[in-house]
């Protein structure tokens, strides 16, 4: 039914048991008064003293789609194939913060997702896969932004997947107060969409189709050029978010998740495209090294996925930029991941898995293992690695116990550990004894 790795992990392949523990009753009870918009209680040290009050430090999560393990240079710096590509932004969060080495993700999008948001395993999620066939997040489901709400002011933009609007899983129903993106996971696969979803606006405007009528000039230089793509969009939005929200006494949580690279295009509303295969727009394409570019000349688009990371890691570095700039980086945590391991192209130029077995929906390490970097600025230790073992489950608690939410208010059940001492640079990097667990029903080899 499934092996054990050096890491300590009981992976499952298909196991269609209802989950053991379910959002319930006792979630609400376990969250207590921040469920219902009072104050937290105030922490208490193991002799009953009272603590500090919840800090005002700010959460933003950044999460890449579908980047593999070894595609950037967090992982490794190789220049010459298969390369790794040059990311110095997402390196700037490494550099001024911590890479946890033995990282893990879900096996494929919304399953990772909800590990990410609710805080359970893949066995324990409500979503399971990425067919449709699996029940949007339920009222009684308990997110990050809901378990935030009573202290932070909460944002999503971009990608979301875990229910669709009007459903109970939308995210202004699961306790983002703001949302501009795209709700469904088909939706997602249209870089240039013609409409979003705009908080109860379903069907707001993006693109045109005059917009996207030439594709030539859609894709063109600016500003002749016409379209928009869904990720200009999304980091634009954050970034106003960031400065909008930078003086107030609330703190925030955003999260901000990508739909790039993926395979380094995607469809578009654009008619007549190849079978929708639209890559990032020229800005980025521009920027692949000059000796990637004969990549172009063979059977596949590895050049275009060089560019969608040179993208993401664009996106990385305006977000950071907001941050410096409003001079909040000292009481803003930053998390940067991809969401599982790499999709389907060549993997002959880039290092993609890196050393690992596998890709994304796979349950060997290349298709759950990730690079996560933390930026802490006067908190973490700069340029500091841990091989503390984190997985997207411990990222809602980890959250939690860094504003200051007691854990007794943490929602419960959970399968998360708090990273927060790891952080802080006070556990020691002795193997875990810990257990992770997945499932999935999807993957047919």
Not at 84 to 100: C, E, K, L, W, Y
Not at 134 to 150: C, E, F, G, Q
Not at 337 to 364: V, W, Y
Request: net charge negative; glycine share 10%; hydrophobic share 35%.
């Amino acid at each position: 039914m499934g092996v054990r790795t050096p890491s300590l992990l009981l992976l499952a392949t298909c196991l269609r048991a209802a989950p053991t523990s379910t959002a319930g009753p006792a979630l609400e009870e376990g969250l207590g008064s921040v469920l219902r918009g009072a104050v937290p209680a105030r922490r208490t040290d193991d002799e009953g003293r009272t603590a500090a009050p919840p800090t005002n430090t700010n959460i933003v999560l950044i999460l890449s789609d579908d980047l593999g393990f070894g595609d950037v240079s967090i992982a490794s710096r190789r220049t010459q194939p298969p390369y790794s590509i040059p990311t110095p932004n997402i390196q700037r969060i490494a550099d001024r913060g911590m890479v946890f080495r033995r990282a893990y993700s879900g096996q494929v999008c919304a399953p990772s997702r909800c590990m990410l948001m609710l805080g359970k395993h893949s066995g324990h999620c409500t979503i399971r896969g990425n067919d449709g066939s699996y029940s949007p997040l339920l009222p009684t489901d308990i997110t990050v932004a809901a378990a935030l709400n009573a202290t932070h002011t909460t944002a999503l933009f971009g990608k979301w997947g875990l229910g669709n609007y009007a459903s109970s899983g939308y995210p202004l129903s699961q306790g983002f107060g703001t949302f501009v993106g795209q709700d469904a996971q088909g939706a997602c696969h249209n870089w240039y969409p013609l409409t979003i979803q705009n908080g109860s606006d379903d069907k707001a405007v993006l693109n045109t189709k005059d917009d996207t009528r030439n594709g030539t000039v859609c894709l063109g230089p600016k500003p002749e050029s016409t379209c928009t793509w869904m990720n200009d969009h999304d980091v634009e939005a954050a970034v106003s978010f960031i400065h909008a929200h930078a003086d107030d006494t609330r703190p925030f949580f955003l999260y901000l998740a990508t739909t790039t690279p993926h395979i380094g295009h995607l469809g578009s509303s654009v008619p007549g495209t190849s079978g929708g295969k639209y890559p990032v727009p020229l800005v980025y394409r521009s920027q692949v090294p000059v000796d990637w570019t004969a990549m172009e000349d063979k059977d596949h688009t590895d050049a275009q996925f060089g560019a969608a990371v040179i993208a993401q890691d664009d996106i990385v570095g305006k977000t950071l930029d907001a941050i410096d700039a409003a001079g909040i980086e000292k009481r803003t945590v930053v998390f940067f991941s991809g969401d599982n391991g790499p999709d389907d192209h060549s993997f002959t130029e880039f290092q993609d898995s890196g050393p690992f077995r596998g890709k994304k929906r796979s349950l060997h390490e290349g298709g759950i293992r990730q690079t996560v970097a933390v930026q802490w600025i006067g908190t973490i230790k700069p340029g500091s690695e841990s091989q503390h073992l984190f997985s997207f489950v411990d990222f809602l608690v980890t959250a939690l116990d860094i504003v200051g939410v007691p854990e007794t208010s943490w929602p419960k059940p959970t399968d998360g550990v708090s990273a927060l001492p790891a952080l802080k640079g006070i556990t020691d990097d002795k193997p875990s004894k810990r257990y992770l667990y997945w499932e999935y029903c999807g993957y047919g080899n």
